[in-house]
């Protein structure tokens, strides 16, 4: 049957192939369409004209006026472009699900591999220790017969010791001694020989990495999406604007404290971020290191630089690119500890401020603005910024957010370095540096106070401030500020005593 609309039921040419177009009846009347309702975009016969469309006078019209240029009329080109668009979105739908399941295919056989080889690496280990264990165990064992045997020699010997001051004479019981001194002294050094071996006691400890494995071994995402069908601009613009939020209700609670593992010279911390293996990583300038440390708070590794960094954004997995003084960036790789590029030549004047957003790297030039590179190297443009000692930055789609040296402002810009707004607040001003700065994922902007320590979140437009930490909480001289989008955490590391705050946004 075909669906009703109204009073009326769907009736095409679709619905009954064997018809001729000329001969297309009412399917509640049976009667032929004669006319059509513009007022109600209907097909109607005799019988549906008199019954359901007499107020519509000055609306019906005869079909064959209303089909007058059909061929050429922009509803069938609407037509005829909705169901390309859909028969296209099919064919993508189709190919893209064909592509998930080779890609799931292949992802079960990765996870099956890669478990493997952990497996198989575990019991190598587990082979490796309980060999040395068992050679250990067969070393104590015969260490522990020696130590019998000399005790009961020992023992013997002080019997006799014991015997002959008794009953003995006086030249009998010195030779005796004599004797028991040569003894004695035999024992005493067999003993300090073997002593190496015995004064310690011997333990087990697992690695203690093993016990920081509470992360999965991996994830399923979602990567490829269909184009929206028939979406108009006004909706894909309005993607691009985030929903206005009441940021006043966030509050930070401080999950953890982090005591960055020491070198040797006094620490300088100057940034900081979270990779998303939850591996926290630290720039230490005066040691011209990065130090790394899981979020729990285990220290985990260094990795040593060749000149003092002072600004560090994530780019990847396992990667962070650094920015120095010199005019060099470097891209890092944390698990291999290489640097896996340089970005020099794009440096006019000397770096500074750098962050990383939709696979491009924003990093600013001293005094010369803001420079965007692609991921390949390649220059996509200079940002103009009419603004002297810029520092620290942050991008969130169209928008870019930075701070400046001695200054006590925030200034928001689009793309192009024309300015949207710029708030001031003496609580950012700083005698050095800039105030560092980060952004979550509606466009909102955490900064923090260099001198008095007071952690501030602003929203989108600027125009509602949230104080999250005030400098009765805080320590002061927070240098490195950085928000994990995934997790909703601020973390937060201070410059000079070597300590980090992991908080939670709630």
Known sequence: MAE?????SEFTFLNNPSTESDELLCKI?????????RCHDR???MVCNRLDHAKCKGQIIEITVAAQKVKTSTAMAKLEQDISDLLQNIKEGLQIQKNNLLSLQEGEETIQKEVQNVLVRIYQQQESLLCELKTRNAKVKQTEQDLLQQESRICKLQKKVSTIKQSGTDTQIFIEMKLAEENAFREKNSFLEESNNIKYKIGFQVNPLFSLMEYTLGEIKLMSK???YSASSTQEAQIELPMAQDITKNVLKCEHTFNIHPSKHLMELYGCVILPNK??????SSNKRLVIHHENGAYLK???LIEKPFYITAVGMDEVAVSYSSRLISIINIKTKQSESKLRKYIENYSRGICYDEGKLYFVDHNVGIKEVSIDKEVVRKIQVDLAGMGNIAVYKNRIYYTADHNNKLYCC???GKQIWMISDERLKAKQNSAPIAVDNDGNIFVAGPD???VIMISYDGKHQKVLVDKTDAIRHPRGLFYDKQHKKLLLCYKKNGLAHLFRLQ
């Open 226 to 228: 269909l184009r929206s």
């Open 43 to 45: 097909l109607l016969c």
């Open 4 to 8: 009703k609309k109204g009073n009326h």
């Open 302 to 304: 260094d990795v040593p």
């Open 279 to 284: 591996h926290a990583v630290f720039i230490d």
């Open 29 to 37: 009347h049976q009667k032929e369409i004669v006319f059509f309702c």
């Open 452 to 454: 008095t320590g007071v």
């Open 414 to 416: 689009d793309t192009s």
